[in-house]
């Protein structure tokens, strides 16, 4: 009887282990990303400090900080879609301060309000420091002629704009620009489906599972006659 259900067996078994090991991986990744996202979470809600270039993105991504600076109406218009405000272009704008230029993201553009002016003035702001790299291998290349970007990417922009290499996402502005909605940074946006992952990979382990031993109480069952 054990010749006969060796095989299924060994195969339920080997398959359950390694569905099963998957979803433990998945909950353990789980945890490493509640663990980073509680960090970042502290960060966003501790007090701004002024604006420093002594900044890095290893130390000090996603500190709130406070600056006074003057748009100078250079900016790119990066096109994005599900955010809190709805589908536009995010605004990123070249701002001059007392520590130099330096990138800014100001918020989302209206789609049919691109061809706004920008409001060039001195503002205060209040924001947090990011060093997006949103493109990937599928990201279209920037149309330069109409100042579409599909991806924010600090070098990219920095380097285009003759900036310093970091970037301040506005949560308040003070005069705002009145085109733009501020899209503050959050953890909302963050991935992290490794619950779901986690789930599935379990899920596949009991069916696994179910048909493993299916298959058993079949190679068991005697043969008609």
């Known amino acids: 009887m054990l010749r006969k259900i060796l095989f299924p067996l060994i195969l339920g078994l080997a398959g359950c282990g390694v569905l099963i090991s998957l979803g433990t991986w998945q909950v353990e990744r789980l945890a490493w990303k509640q663990a980073i996202l509680s960090e970042i979470d502290s960060r966003l809600q501790a007090d701004p400090v002024p604006l420093s270039l002594d900044v890095t993105e290893e130390t000090h991504e996603y500190t709130r900080v406070t600056l006074t600076g003057t748009p100078t109406g ?30 800014v993201d100001q918020g989302l553009l209206a789609l ?101 031993l299916y298959l058993i109480l079949r190679t068991l069952r005697p043969k008609d006659a």
């Open 74 to 103: 250079d900016e790119f218009h990066v096109l994005v879609s599900g955010t809190e405000a709805g589908t536009g272009y995010r605004v990123i704008s070249k701002m001059d301060t007392s520590l130099g230029a330096i990138l």
């Open 112 to 212: 049919d309000n691109k061809d706004a002016a920008p409001l060039i003035t001195p503002m205060e702001i209040t924001g947090t420091l990011l060093w997006p790299d949103d493109q990937n291998a599928n990201t279209p290349r920037p149309d330069l002629a109409a100042n579409i970007w599909f991806a924010r990417n600090i070098a990219t922009m920095s380097a285009a704009l003759e900036t310093e290499s970091l970037m301040v996402v506005i949560t308040a502005a003070t005069p705002a620009d009145p085109r733009l909605t501020p899209l503050p940074v959050n953890t909302a946006t963050i991935k992290n489906d490794h619950f779901e992952y986690a789930v599935t990979w379990f899920l596949l382990a009991f069916v696994w599972a179910i048909m493993s």
